[in-house]
């Protein structure tokens, strides 16, 4: 069976977590948009949480094509749909927005997303301040030259923000030229291993944990299938996909397969390069990792650990990007 989309899909909302409606109140709205997965908070000046919730994952690459475009306004109307009800009308104050992907917040894909969302949620582009990903997950747990924080999602990059505010980073090049350890590479490295396999060994994925979990995933064990996935479609959409696939592969592991615990062994170690680049270049600070990746299974947070010298303070924590966004947005100028 052939996998390759044939429309982009409507984008279906979350439902999200029961709350009040906000009423009159000033409120701010945060996000936290990845390639899988877009979840959003609303705060209200006390930083308390309003309403929070989930709707289909974007990303700045999205702008780079007509089908992306669609699917971009898809999510974000999805996205105001949730949120304003729940929101009374000029109730925001202000978004705050990580978006993967978005590389000069402002350049011109900030500059095409503030339109966007602003059109959507009915508020002026001033209001809004789009960021990637990365930079908010890092506000969402450290003050300005603390520590270092590693993040794989679909991708995978480590960032610090200095006292002056400038953000330094390791790693997030893309597929194509890194994301070593993410979400993405992960599943490309297993389905790699097991097309060798079979090149070898015609057959042998029957054998394996690892592979039936894939191909189950996929829905046929062929090369069309395969190849279907991983090469057809838009690229943007197609990125988040493979990136899900890495679920196949910690539901191996939990199995206890060879191949599936190595794999993601060796992710944790490659996802303890980024930081120690940081670390030569800027010196030493406690490192915390993240990211729903870190969530897969425990090799991998094993395999950073062996990595990093023992010296060097690591924490695995999921920071609440969205909330934290919220609270300051709800009290931005």
């Known amino acids: 069976m052939s996998l390759t989309p044939t429309a982009p899909a409507p984008t279906v909302p979350a439902r999200p977590e029961a709350a009040p409606r906000a009423g009159a109140q000033t409120l701010g709205l945060g996000l936290d948009a ?7 908070a609303l705060a209200d000046p006390a930083g308390q949480t309003v309403a929070r919730g989930e709707v289909g994952g974007f990303s700045a690459l999205l702008l780079d094509s007509s089908a992306g475009r669609v699917v971009l306004a898809q999510t974000l109307q999805s996205l105001a749909a949730a949120v304003l009800a729940h929101a009374a009308p000029g109730a925001l104050r202000g978004l705050q927005a990580g978006v993967t992907g978005l590389g000069e917040p402002d350049g011109p894909a900030g500059r095409q997303l503030r339109a966007l969302l602003a059109q959507q949620l009915g508020l002026a ?8 990903d990365i930079a908010q997950a ?3 747990l450290f003050q300005p030259g603390e520590g270092y924080l590693v993040y794989a ?10 006292t002056a505010g400038t953000l330094h980073r390791a790693g997030g090049r893309g597929p194509l030229l890194g994301d070593e350890g993410g979400g993405q590479w992960i599943a490309r490295e297993a389905l790699a291993l097991v097309w060798r396999r079979e090149d070898e060994q015609p057959g042998a994925w029957t054998d394996s944990t690892l592979a039936r979990h894939l191909f189950d995933e996929l829905g046929d064990a062929d090369w069309p299938t395969t190849r279907a996935f991983m090469y ?3 690229n943007a959409t197609r990125r988040g996909a493979i990136g899900r696939l890495a679920l196949a592969v910690a539901r191996a592991a939990h199995e206890d397969d060879g191949d599936a615990l190595a794999l993601l062994h060796r992710a944790g170690r490659e996802l303890a390069r980024l930081p120690l680049a940081l670390v030569r270049r800027l010196g030493p600070r406690p490192v915390a990792a993240a990211g729903r990746v870190l969530q897969l299974h425990p090799a991998i947070e094993s395999g950073l650990r062996a990595t990093l010298p023992q010296d060097l303070s690591l924490t695995v924590q999921q920071p609440d990007t969205a909330l934290a966004a919220a609270r300051r947005a709800v009290h931005a100028p």
């Open 138 to 140: 890092w506000h969402a």
């Open 153 to 162: 999602g679909t991708g995978a990059i480590a960032a610090f923000v200095d």
């Open 34 to 40: 990845g390639g899988t997965q877009t979840r959003w």
């Open 125 to 132: 582009p001033a209001q809004i301040h789009c960021d990637s």
């Open 232 to 234: 057809g479609g838009d």
